[in-house]
């Protein structure tokens, strides 16, 4: 149940220290892509000229992250990645999400906001998955050697955080040293992490400029 990319990526994002996690488009988009990775590991679909196609191969896979994007590139014309990055991005965050409860991995926990207004939000019941995952994403950064010998699913993860630029998990230098491997890391599912760095950067872009607002 917490096996697939997208369960994955969502505990990674997870922020022990703050028992939540940030910011829910930026995480949303980061579970579409890890989807659509996933997908793409498994032979479900495939890359055509920089759009996304169902293969014969892409039948129900049980996961419901998985199945609601596959779905949604069965029944559409071919598009490219970043609009299924963005397409839909908080109903895979509300799905993963919901998947991880069912399994026992997160629990809701209720609380308050400024002390005073009641909010509901849930955290990682047990913290030893997260930490191994953490374990599997620096050591496919760090360890010397082929990165052959590194798990597909653990090499695509490891592209994908830090192409989302969670730096709780792979900070600001470590993504800049390890440059050369990160693309390696990611050249299983290269269209989509490249794909989820325009949508970041975009996002991030978009932000900036409403901040310094009309007179900018």
């Not at 988009?29 to 191969?57: E, F, K, Q, S």
């Not at 600001?172 to 050249?187: I, N, Y």
Request: net charge positive; charged share 25%; aromatic share 2%.
């Amino acid at each position: 149940m917490t096996e697939s990319l997208p369960a994955k990526a969502y505990l990674l994002a997870y922020r022990t220290d703050r028992r939540r996690v940030r910011d829910r488009h930026l995480l949303g988009y980061l579970v579409r892509a890890a989807a659509l990775a996933d997908l793409l590991l498994r032979g479900h679909i495939v890359d055509v000229g920089g759009a996304a196609r169902v293969t014969g191969a892409g039948g129900a896979t049980g996961d419901p992250v998985l199945d609601d994007t596959l779905t949604m590139i069965r029944a559409s014309r071919p598009r490219q990645w970043r609009h299924w990055i963005r397409k839909g991005h908080l109903e895979a965050l509300r799905l993963v999400q919901a998947q991880l409860v069912d399994a026992g991995v997160l629990v809701p926990e209720p609380g308050r906001a400024m002390g005073v207004l009641p909010v509901h939000r849930t955290v990682v019941r047990n913290r030893t998955h997260r930490l191994s995952l953490c374990s599997a994403v620096d050591g496919a950064l760090r360890v010397p050697g082929d990165t052959a010998a590194i798990a597909p699913a653990d090499a695509v993860l490891t592209a994908l955080i830090a192409a989302a630029k969670l730096h709780h998990v792979v900070s600001r230098e470590a993504r800049h040293h390890h440059r050369s491997r990160l693309d390696t890391l990611a050249s299983s599912a290269l269209p989509v992490v490249r794909a989820l760095q325009v949508t970041v950067r975009r996002q991030r872009t978009a932000r900036v400029v409403a901040i310094a607002g009309p007179h900018q």
